[in-house]
Antibody, heavy 122, light 110 residues
Framework: QITLKESGPTLVKPTQTLTLTCTFS??????????VGWIRQPPGKALDWLAL???????RYSPSLKTRVTITKDTSKNQVILTMANMDPADTATYFC??????????????WGQGTMVTVSS | QSALTQPASVSGSPGQSITISCTGT?????????VSWYQQHPGKAPKLIIY???NRPSGVSNRFSGSKSGNTASLTISGLQAEDEADYHC??????????FGGGTKLTVL
């Protein structure tokens, strides 16, 4: 059974760097085709894709955030880490960690973590 | 403003069918058969209900169906049930290796 869980601070100050960790089980990020993504959702607003990392360390970023976001993996710990620099109140959102579907093409996510709410405020 | 356009809200009575549209461009919806739909209940994580335009993951009711014509994808829910009341999000792969979402549609079951 695949599970993912996000962890990290619930409150960060403007200009600080956010670091979120996704700890997963039920699959390995060293298996061909596997990918883990991050998606966020501001309160009452739409979903917003941030980044995706593949088993072979190929990485993709949202064009609007690529200068601020970094995604890395620690295969031995079954973790994916997202860092976002220069946080702003507009980055207040629930951040979801997701598993990319492996039985189809495209960027579709079949398993999601419960999400972690991050508030940016001084 | 979201890259894909969805109606903010739709409604229907139990037993009826409704359709939610998702309009993009030839760079996303129209250019790839990689449209997905997610259902999200309040306070919960989204759940995948349609992938690659019209495929249903195992365990998803066949009351949910997807289609695409040109730059517009559609989600149809037949035999509406109270439990279908939720937000629905469309998404598509886009050029330059990106993923775009719609603004979400709130479905109300009357």
């Amino acid at each position: 059974q695949i599970t993912l869980k996000e962890s990290g601070p619930t409150l960060v100050k403007p200009t600080q760097t956010l670091t979120l960790t996704c700890t997963f089980s039920g699959f390995s990020l060293s298996t061909s085709g596997v990918g883990v993504g991050w998606i966020r959702q501001p309160p009452g607003k739409a979903l917003d894709w941030l980044a995706l990392i593949y088993w072979n360390d190929d990485k993709r970023y949202s064009p609007s955030l690529k200068t601020r976001v970094t995604i890395t993996k620690d295969t031995s710990k079954n973790q994916v880490i997202l860092t976002m620099a220069n946080m702003d109140p507009a980055d207040t959102a629930t951040y979801f960690c997701t598993h990319r579907i492996t039985y189809a093409s495209g960027w579709t996510f079949d398993y999601w973590g419960q999400g972690t709410m991050v508030t940016v405020s001084s | 403003q979201s890259a894909l356009t969805q109606p903010a809200s739709v409604s229907g009575s139990p037993g009826q069918s409704i359709t939610i549209s998702c309009t993009g461009t030839s760079s996303d919806v129209g250019g790839y058969n990689y449209v997905s739909w997610y259902q999200q209940h309040p306070g919960k994580a989204p759940k995948l209900i349609i992938y690659e335009v019209s495929n249903r993951p195992s365990g998803v009711s066949n009351r949910f169906s997807g289609s695409k014509s040109g730059n517009t994808a559609s989600l149809t829910i037949s035999g509406l049930q109270a439990e279908d009341e939720a937000d629905y999000h469309c998404t598509s792969y886009s050029t330059s290796s990106t993923l775009v979402f719609g603004g979400g549609t709130k479905l109300t079951v009357l």
